[in-house]
């Protein structure tokens, strides 16, 4: 019920300020698989329906993630911004945009915060395998995304904006990375970058595939954390269960 809210907050987004100041059907753009927690409102009643552990292990991790990060660090309302676009208006707290912005991102954070904290979902080592495809399984997905958006002409707003055609700069609608890293984190990125061929860098980044190698590297990594973490904390709760048991006999 709370992942069908969140899907609802999204899909009616088009209805409200600042959406609807914007021209239609290109406005649409902003319900489509656009991000990575757009990704995630749009999947997570289906995951959840379907019961794909290997979907549910993607929302337990990078949905976690991407929930709790955009809740913290909310780019656009930082910056002033609306689709990567200067705005004059101010990002009110308590507007219908704001207040759907982080209850959407509650939502994708406290899901899968549910399902690990009551066991309903759990990490098995035999499908940390399938992490790094799934990881770079949903960037395609957006990359197609916004390339059907391109081909829609859904983009030319942006272009517009920026007077040049936007589709490959890796600075412009590209929170989730799938153009590659922003020229304002690119200084705490050699851990990533390290592992990035130079040719897949420059002239541009190389869309989806220039992430290849660290999701290799760095997602079973990830993935066994989320595993140890939740291992260590499910034992704990066992073991208190059983001493509260115990102490009650």
């Not at 780019?75 to 009110?92: A, P």
């Amino acid at each position: 019920i709370i992942s069908f809210f969140g899907l609802a907050l999204h899909l009616i987004k088009p209805f409200f300020f600042p959406y609807n100041t914007y021209e239609m059907p290109d406005i649409l753009r902003k319900i489509t698989f656009e991000n990575i927690c757009a990704v995630s409102a749009l999947i997570y009643p289906f995951v959840l329906i379907f019961k794909n552990k290997t979907l549910l292990d993607y929302i337990a991790t990078i949905g976690m993630i991407g929930g709790i990060a955009a809740f913290f660090y909310p780019t656009e309302v930082i910056l002033g911004m609306f689709d990567s676009m200067t705005v004059v208006y101010e990002h009110k707290l308590f507007a219908f945009d704001t207040i759907r912005f982080f209850a959407v991102h509650y939502i994708i954070f406290i899901v899968p915060m549910l399902l690990l904290y009551y066991q309903i979902h759990t990490f098995e080592l035999k499908r940390i395998i399938y992490f790094p495809i799934t990881i770079m399984s949903v960037l395609t997905l957006i990359f197609l995304n916004e390339l059907i958006l391109e081909k829609l002409g859904w983009l030319n707003e942006v272009h517009n904006f920026y007077d040049r055609n936007i589709f490959y700069d890796h600075n412009i609608r590209n929170s989730s990375f799938v153009f590659g890293i922003t020229d304002s984190l690119r200084s705490i990125s050699g851990w990533l970058l390290i592992l990035v061929p130079q040719k897949w860098q420059e002239p541009i980044f190389r869309p989806v595939y220039w992430i290849l190698f660290p999701i290799i590297i760095y997602g079973p990594i990830l993935y066994y954390l989320f595993y140890f973490v939740t291992n260590k904390i499910n034992k704990r709760k066992l073991n208190l269960i059983s001493s509260v048991k115990v102490a009650s006999q």
